[in-house]
């Protein structure tokens, strides 16, 4: 299975399910290497999700924690140790812990991934340190990747400048209405024209109450059903056991991207689902 290299098209006249690999598939590699995006590209997943912040000579490194204590051999904060010292580490494998024995993967720089991921499949950049975010933006336009890579944050509804940041950059909102509030968060978001938003919602009632407003805004809706952060309990773990149950009824209810820790799955059920269709 291989994704399609070409640019993936976020309008709701597409019909096509975003599979989003969460951190790169770390069942078979060290979450955030350059390994796991290659598994994320061979199980078909069209966007791979990774997590940034730099380190104290400034450059910006793949890593999710604060510390390298859970997934390197290193140990301490992140932002208080130099590059040359992180390129001396090594990667846990898996989802690091001290029960993953340590691989030969080194922490891949912000740079090195994206070049890597060129051409292959689009990068979803999570800036673990929101103050990072406007200097993040104009290190992808340093490199000059904006082609591949979404920024995202969270959307502030008492801020005027959330889509101020940056008009060159593919830019994301991260939205969790409080109950009732969905709708009018969304409208809220209209003057910025979000392509997709990263939604955590209270309920799937919800979701199909929203129809409507984001078919009016053209907004995709990106959903994660990750065991750590599943929505209203429709989890990876549920999805896997019966995905039209899961991850069918999210489709239903409007969701076109999902961010899983079983990309290769969500991606096979999408094809077969299709071909169904088809027949």
């Given at each position: 299975?291989?994704?399609?290299?070409?640019?993936?098209?976020?309008?709701?006249?597409?019909?096509?399910?975003?599979?989003?690999?969460?951190?790169?598939?770390?069942?078979?590699?060290?979450?955030?290497?350059?390994?796991?995006?290659?598994?994320?590209?061979?199980?078909?997943?069209?966007?791979?999700?990774?997590?940034?912040?730099?380190?104290?000579?400034?450059?910006?490194?793949?890593?999710?924690?604060?510390?390298?204590?859970?997934?390197?051999?290193?140990?301490?904060?992140?932002?208080?140790?130099?590059?040359?010292?992180?390129?001396?580490?090594?990667?846990?494998?898996?989802?690091?812990?001290?029960?993953?024995?340590?691989?030969?993967?080194?922490?891949?720089?912000?740079?090195?991934?994206?070049?890597?991921?060129?051409?292959?499949?689009?990068?979803?950049?999570?800036?673990?340190?929101?103050?990072?975010?406007?200097?993040?933006?104009?290190?992808?336009?340093?490199?000059?990747?904006?082609?591949?890579?979404?920024?995202?944050?969270?959307?502030?509804?008492?801020?005027?400048?959330?889509?101020?940041?940056?008009?060159?950059?593919?830019?994301?909102?991260?939205?969790?209405?409080?109950?009732?509030?969905?709708?009018?968060?969304?409208?809220?978001?209209?003057?910025?024209?979000?392509?997709?938003?990263?939604?955590?919602?209270?309920?799937?009632?919800?979701l199909w109450e929203a129809k409507q407003q984001l078919e009016k805004m053209d907004c995709r809706i990106w959903i994660n059903t990750l065991d750590l952060v599943p929505p209203f309990d429709f989890s990876d773990s549920k999805a896997v056991i019966n995905p039209e149950n899961i991850w069918g009824t999210l489709i239903n209810a409007g969701v076109g991207a999902i961010q899983t820790d079983f990309p290769k799955q969500l991606a096979i059920w999408l094809?077969?689902?299709?071909?169904?269709?088809?027949?």
């Amino acid at each position: 299975m291989t994704p399609n290299s070409a640019p993936l098209d976020f309008s709701l006249r597409n019909s096509k399910i975003m599979v989003i690999s969460h951190r790169g598939v770390w069942e078979k590699a060290p979450e955030n290497s350059l390994l796991a995006v290659d598994h994320a590209i061979q199980a078909g997943a069209d966007i791979v999700e990774i997590d940034t912040q730099k380190c104290s000579t400034g450059e910006f490194v793949v890593i999710h924690d604060e510390t390298l204590d859970r997934t390197t051999n290193g140990t301490g904060l992140v932002s208080e140790t130099s590059l040359e010292q992180i390129k001396t580490l090594r990667l846990r494998l898996r989802d690091g812990r001290e029960e993953n024995a340590v691989s030969g993967h080194s922490l891949p720089l912000l740079s090195e991934l994206l070049e890597h991921a060129k051409g292959k499949i689009m990068v979803n950049i999570d800036t673990k340190k929101p103050e990072e975010l406007p200097e993040l933006i104009k290190e992808v336009e340093r490199l000059n990747m904006q082609d591949i890579a979404i920024v995202k944050s969270d959307f502030n509804t008492t801020s005027a400048t959330w889509d101020s940041l940056n008009n060159s950059i593919k830019h994301m909102p991260m939205l969790t209405p409080k109950k009732g509030q969905l709708i009018t968060n969304l409208k809220a978001l209209e003057t910025a024209k979000p392509f997709m938003i990263e939604l955590i919602p209270q309920n799937i009632e919800e979701l199909w109450e929203a129809k409507q407003q984001l078919e009016k805004m053209d907004c995709r809706i990106w959903i994660n059903t990750l065991d750590l952060v599943p929505p209203f309990d429709f989890s990876d773990s549920k999805a896997v056991i019966n995905p039209e149950n899961i991850w069918g009824t999210l489709i239903n209810a409007g969701v076109g991207a999902i961010q899983t820790d079983f990309p290769k799955q969500l991606a096979i059920w999408l094809e077969s689902k299709s071909a169904n269709q088809q027949q």
